[in-house]
């Protein structure tokens, strides 16, 4: 596994850089050597922020965690995208390498969740006028929603935007591969 560290407002450690080394570790387990796991390291005023990257075949596995210390908030990452891989195992099993997901997953913790079924509760149709990002964001705001979708006026796609944990907004712009 390929792994990229980054700093912003900072210059990661090298104890920083060997812990992420080594956590990733139970990570790269699951994946083949092409996957890329990307970790940008931020300081802010009251606390630090990482964030967790792992991309592979298509599939991408994200997590951000803050905490008083780098290496507790990797820690968490680390076990949210462990998470991740665990929640989505019947996906992830197809895509990945054709070796014994259970077991690692066993090795991994010891009390697997049960798999979780999902269940479309509504349908809504919904009418794309096109509109401007910002525009889309004033509507959101206005139902109260965390997302939005509609067609973008100036490209005339599909778009999403949504609304950010740091409270700024994201726009989702679709990409054919």
């Known amino acids: 596994m390929k792994i990229i560290i980054n700093g912003r407002k900072c210059t990661p450690r090298d104890s920083f850089k060997e812990h992420a080394e080594k956590k990733l570790a139970k990570v790269a387990k699951f994946f083949d050597d092409d996957a890329e796991a990307k970790i940008t390291a931020t300081v802010e005023k009251s606390c630090q922020i990482v964030e967790v990257t792992v991309a592979t075949r298509g599939m991408y596995f994200r997590s951000e965690e803050s905490a008083p210390n780098m290496n507790e908030a990797l820690d968490t990452c680390i076990d949210s995208i462990i998470r991740q ?14 070796g014994n997901l259970d077991s690692i997953i066993a090795e991994t ?29 004033l509507q959101m705001n206005l139902l109260g929603h965390m997302f939005y979708m509609f067609r973008n006026a100036e490209t005339a796609e599909i778009n999403v935007v949504y609304k950010r944990k740091d409270g700024g907004y994201g726009v989702l712009v679709p990409e054919i591969e």
């Open 85 to 98: 891989i665990r929640r989505n195992k019947t996906r992830v099993e197809k895509r990945l390498r054709t």
């Open 109 to 137: 913790e010891s009390a697997v969740d049960e798999e979780e079924t999902f269940e479309v509760l509504r349908t809504k149709s919904v009418v794309l006028k096109p509109e401007s990002v910002e525009e889309a964001i």
